[in-house]
């Protein structure tokens, strides 16, 4: 921290939705020349109080003083205006547009008395900027032609355009390899020698102890405090987050294990899934281990039937099934939890409700092939219960509920057609320690009624810390499988790397 005065203070602000009390009285101060993380279970606030930060909402309450000064942000220009940027989660760059396009549009440079756009100046000032941030590249390359990591400097450089003072980065990490992380923090490093304030909000606990100099926390859209990362451990956070001791970050539970449930022979689907065998018993949860590429995905979207086999055989209580689309995967008790809730696992314009049902509505078909209501609204409302989901109302659109609660809804359509076999795909991804563990609760729940669990993660942690066994992927093959007991992160990474001996 290289100012004594914080360069932004937010003091006791409050904003209120529809049945909703999303902050209240929440206080946040950010210097220049740190990182301050902001941090809290997903419902917290942290989203909400950015926005207003960002001119995206306006407060109910509250003000915003911006280097001394009582300030107004009514809108993003205005925000944008007092030097405060925002780069959120989901990239806004427009994929065929360039860089140097992406950089400055709405922020153009014109020529005097053409008032057509400079592009020879802009080009230019793109490159600086890049340049300042370590990336050297063609700005006249389309955005689309580029990768997560590379958009993400875009995005920074995009935000520098603007001379800004403050920026805030939403969960940055979430798509990047750990060679892309330790770029971005690079710059962030460098921004902050460079007297920049960042405000950074992530669910990676490694991150925030590595790259963060103090930590706010919210809680039910409430100021919990503020400490120093150095003053405190992990555990005492995740305590302040959640508002109770999490013993175990990992709760597993054994269970006595069944019979096969489903069982792969030589699976292929082209180049992406090769000569795949394995089998997932009842009362297990089987873990897919593996490097980004190496097939997890694919195979699981195949024994969904999402993709078409190219060969092999699938079995479902040893019987062999022909699965053509994933309406004969869930007609023989197979469901698929996708990575993607967002694209591929809810329909955002939709309710709580008819997201949880829109996979088994016949079950509440009448005589007359009408939907019964009263037995439909009388089942959301169980699991709702069941699996704590934060919500108002099951009217609620999902897409006004937190990253966690979104889960939990999928979640709950699946187990409403009682699988035998559940696959789930980055279940934990963008999901905070609490509501990882009430989804562990769930898994272990589903476990010890005999179900099988196959649970595709790039946490290796949680790899280890919930799974019976561990099958590890490498370039479409599985090349090693480990039981609990004899995994380690060392031996998981020797066969996703493709070293067998």
Same mark, same amino acid.
């Given at each position: 921290m290289t100012n004594?005065?914080?360069?932004?203070?937010? &003091?006791?602000?409050?904003?209120? #939705?529809?049945?909703?009390?999303?902050?209240?009285?929440?206080? =946040?101060?950010?210097?220049?020349?740190?990182?301050?993380? =902001?941090?809290?279970e997903n419902g917290a606030g942290k989203s909400t109080l950015m926005k207003i930060l960002s001119g995206v909402y306006n407060m109910d309450a509250g003000s915003i003083i911006m280097q001394g000064q009582n300030v107004a942000i009514k809108n993003i220009r205005d925000a944008e205006n007092l030097g405060i940027a925002i780069i959120h989660q989901e990239l806004s760059l427009l994929s065929n547009l360039s860089i140097w396009e992406n950089i400055f549009l709405g922020n153009e440079v014109f020529n005097g008395l053409t008032r057509k756009i400079n592009k020879k100046v802009l080009r230019k000032k793109s490159e600086i900027l890049l340049k300042d941030i370590g990336f050297n590249i063609d700005v006249d390359i389309l955005v689309k032609n580029l990768n997560v990591g590379?958009?993400? =400097?875009?995005?920074?450089?995009?935000?520098?355009?603007?001379?800004?003072?403050v920026i805030i980065m939403d969960e940055p990490t979430t798509a990047l390899t750990d060679v892309e992380t330790d770029n971005l923090f690079r710059v962030i490093n460098k921004l902050k020698n460079e007297n920049m304030g960042i405000i950074y909000i992530s669910h990676r606990m490694d991150e925030i102890f590595r790259i963060c100099d103090r930590i706010t926390v919210l809680r039910d859209g409430k100021y919990i405090g503020e400490v120093k990362t150095s003053d405190i451990t992990k555990d005492d956070l995740i305590s302040m987050m959640v508002g109770r001791k999490l013993e175990e970050q990992f709760p597993y539970r054994d269970s006595p294990k069944g019979k096969t449930l489903l069982r792969v022979e030589n699976l292929n689907f082209g180049e992406k899934v090769r000569n795949v065998n394995f089998e997932a018993k009842g009362g297990e949860i089987l873990g897919i281990s593996g490097l980004m590429g190496s097939g997890r995905t694919e195979m699981a979207k %195949?024994? #969904?039937?999402?993709? &078409?086999?190219?060969?092999? &055989?699938i079995f479902i209580d040893d019987e062999e099934v022909n699965v053509h689309s994933p309406k004969d995967s869930i007609n023989n008790g197979v469901c698929y939890l996708s990575e993607d809730r967002k694209q591929e696992g809810l329909i955002l314009g939709m309710s709580v409700g008819n997201n949880m049902t829109l996979a088994n509505l016949k079950k509440y078909e009448n005589g007359v092939k009408r939907i019964n209501k009263v037995e439909e609204d009388k089942t959301i409302q169980e699991y709702i219960k069941? =699996?704590?989901?934060? %919500?108002?109302?099951?009217?609620?659109?999902?897409k006004y509920l937190s990253g966690g609660n979104q889960q939990k809804v999928i979640l709950a359509k699946w187990l409403m057609l009682t699988p035998k076999v559940l696959i789930i795909d980055e279940p934990t991804r963008g999901i905070d320690v609490g509501a990882k563990k009430e989804i562990y609760d769930v898994l272990n729940e589903l476990k010890s009624m005999g179900k099988s669990i196959i649970m595709i993660s790039s946490d290796m942690a949680e790899i280890m810390g919930i799974c019976d066994r561990i099958l590890i992927m490498h370039e479409g093959s599985i090349s090693g499988e480990l039981n609990r007991k004899d995994a380690s992160q060392e031996a998981i990474m020797k066969y996703a790397v493709g070293i067998n001996d």
């Open positions: 004594i005065d914080p360069i932004l203070q937010m &003091k006791n602000v409050s904003k209120s #939705f529809p049945g909703v009390k999303a902050l209240e009285d929440v206080r =946040l101060e950010a210097y220049s020349g740190e990182v301050l993380a =902001l941090l809290g590379e958009k993400q =400097l875009i995005e920074i450089a995009k935000a520098l355009s603007k001379n800004s003072k %195949t024994i #969904f039937g999402e993709y &078409k086999k190219s060969s092999g &055989k069941k =699996l704590s989901i934060k %919500t108002p109302s099951a009217d609620q659109l999902i």
